[in-house]
T-cell receptor, first 110, second 113 residues
Framework: QQQVKQSPQSLIVQKGGISIINCAYE??????FPWYQQFPGKGPALLIAIRPDVSEKKEGRFTISFNKSAKQFSLHIMDSQPGDSATYFC?????????FGAGTRLTVKP | KAGVTQTPRYLIKTRGQQVTLSCSPISGHRSVSWYQQTPGQGLQFLFE???????NKGNFPGRFSGRQFSNSRSEMNVSTLELGDSALYLCASSLAPANYEQYFGPGTRLTVT
């Protein structure tokens, strides 16, 4: 039962461009929405997270936008760099449950 | 503070065998979750342990089992291995169950031949 849907599955962006990854959730009991970044050969690492009472959170070049009414949230990577090439997972946590999206493989071309 | 460690890092087994993977969480973390990662399938949740009790279990057959010890270290076992069990098995620890802030280990790459 997939409770967090993530798109696109893969994304290719030119250096300096904006990368956008979208997620949608179903369970309104979720109260934290983190994003994880995974490089090849490594485990995922927490990148940034947002609570549903905030519509946007920015950390450096990474921004989460949150739309509570639509039950959607997205990750924006501004000025994308080749070093950002990785797999990104959105997730939703709350009510003693945590679900991950299927992941987006981002490739930033130099 | 040391991160999550998983042993072994790589493993090759044949069909029908069984395997045990180990995970040592970050010091002070009492919750350990296990995930299976395969290309195109994302992170599939296996189970979560907190204070030696299984709190949650994913949709995997009974061949997959786990346990947690009093020092929070955890093991997962897969019996009667199948080719489809080839995957990266990730362990994550956190302070509390289903906490959004999980710390992942590097994983164990299991290949079943």
């Amino acid at each position: 039962q997939q409770q967090v849907k993530q798109s696109p599955q893969s994304l290719i962006v030119q250096k300096g461009g904006i990368s956008i990854i979208n997620c949608a959730y179903e369970n309104t009991a979720f109260d934290y929405f983190p994003w994880y970044q995974q490089f090849p050969g490594k485990g995922p690492a927490l990148l940034i997270a947002i609570r549903p009472d905030v519509s946007e959170k920015k950390e450096g070049r990474f921004t989460i936008s949150f739309n509570k009414s639509a039950k959607q949230f997205s990750l924006h990577i501004m000025d994308s760099q080749p070093g950002d090439s990785a797999t990104y997972f959105c997730a939703a946590s709350g009510n003693n449950d945590m679900r991950f999206g299927a992941g987006t493989r981002l490739t930033v071309k130099p | 503070k040391a991160g999550v460690t998983q042993t072994p890092r790589y493993l090759i087994k044949t069909r029908g065998q069984q395997v045990t993977l180990s995970c040592s969480p970050i010091s002070g973390h009492r919750s350990v979750s296990w995930y299976q990662q395969t290309p195109g399938q994302g992170l599939q949740f296996l189970f979560e342990y907190f204070s030696e009790t299984q709190r949650n279990k994913g949709n995997f057959p009974g061949r997959f089992s786990g346990r947690q010890f009093s020092n929070s270290r955890s093991e997962m076992n897969v019996s009667t291995l199948e080719l489809g069990d080839s995957a990266l098995y990730l362990c994550a620890s956190s302070l509390a169950p289903a906490n959004y802030e999980q710390y992942f280990g590097p994983g164990t790459r299991l290949t079943v031949t």
